[in-house]
């Protein structure tokens, strides 16, 4: 249910199998452990921990979480004796957000009743902060456009990126910020790295990272225009439905299948981010008896 790459020496990332090839990744020191993000499901966080705690036998001392939502960080809790390190963002959204979205969750799936909501101990906000685990040193640093709480952590002494969501196969916005994606993969593209550990979908090798940040940010301005353009009608949704995920460069296939889905909300969010609220449809307002 959780795939285990070998990222770099010492460098391992899991990928689930079971929710949107999220991702997450760890560290291993001579003595402890860093754990960053903690996949959807309890049983995927406890394989990670069982992997690390039983075959490396080392214990998890710190986890990372890489922004606040629920397939990175509500894993916190199976790590009791761990200092959970975040964005001081991250830390408010769990706090405000979370325990109601966790609260709705445990309804429909029964996995959650395990779970607690556990606030990061300790936050930044800006600047890197650095942590050294062995002979690597972890260098966390906001990159937001995600969402605005996002950090990435890089080992400097292996260039790998753990990016969090602002790196995906397809960028998603709509808890976020469309320039400051922008602006955080122009900044990704320019630190020299080996491997880009993206939040979601597969591994980015060095030679495909200046690829996928183009590809990213060319889809980026392909929603921008698409919405600028619907914003001039006067049902911008008439338009806006037929702009799917491939008139913007990008395949229905990537993250599972939901490429398609989540470029919908992506047009949504980013035209009432940017317009306010659209009339929903030109039928939508005939069938209201507006006219
Ligand atoms: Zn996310």
């Known amino acids: 249910m959780v795939q285990r790459e070998r990222v770099a020496e010492n460098v391992y990332s899991f990928q689930s199998e079971v929710y949107a090839q999220v991702t997450a990744g760890a560290v291993i020191g001579p003595s402890w452990a860093v754990v960053i993000d903690t996949l959807a499901l309890p049983e995927e966080t406890l394989s990670i921990r069982d992997f690390i705690e039983q075959e490396l036998q080392v214990p998890v001392r710190y986890v990372i979480d890489t922004h606040y939502h629920a397939d990175h960080s509500w894993g916190n809790c199976f790590f009791p004796g761990a200092t959970v390190i975040a964005h001081r963002l991250c830390r408010e959204w769990l706090d405000m957000r979370s325990r109601a979205a966790l609260e709705e969750a445990r309804h429909h799936t029964l996995e959650y009743r395990s779970v607690k909501i556990v606030l990061p101990h300790l936050t930044f906000d800006r600047g890197n902060m650095s942590l050294r685990v062995g002979k690597k040193t972890l260098s966390m640093m906001p990159l937001?456009?995600?969402?605005?709480?996002?950090?990435?952590v890089m080992v400097e002494e292996d260039r790998v990126l753990f990016a969090g969501d602002v790196f995906m196969p397809l960028p998603y916005i709509v808890d976020g910020d469309i320039e400051d994606m922008i602006a955080s993969l122009k900044l990704i593209s320019k630190l020299g790295l080996e491997n880009v550990v993206q939040g979601h979908g597969d591994i980015v090798l060095r030679g495909e990272v200046e690829g996928a940040v183009k590809d990213n940010l060319n889809y980026l301005s392909a929603i921008r225009k698409a919405v600028r353009k619907a914003s001039r009608r006067k049902y911008p949704w008439d338009l806006l439905e037929e702009v799917d995920v491939e008139s913007c460069g990008k395949s229905r296939v990537l993250i599972g299948g939901l490429a398609e889905d989540l470029h919908r909300q992506n047009l949504r969010?980013?035209?009432?981010?940017?317009?306010?609220?659209?009339?929903?449809?030109?039928?939508d307002e005939y069938g209201n008896g507006h006219r």
């Open 269 to 283: 969010a980013l035209f009432e981010q940017l317009y306010g609220k659209p009339p929903a449809s030109s039928e």
């Open 144 to 152: 937001p456009g995600h969402s605005g709480d996002n950090i990435g």
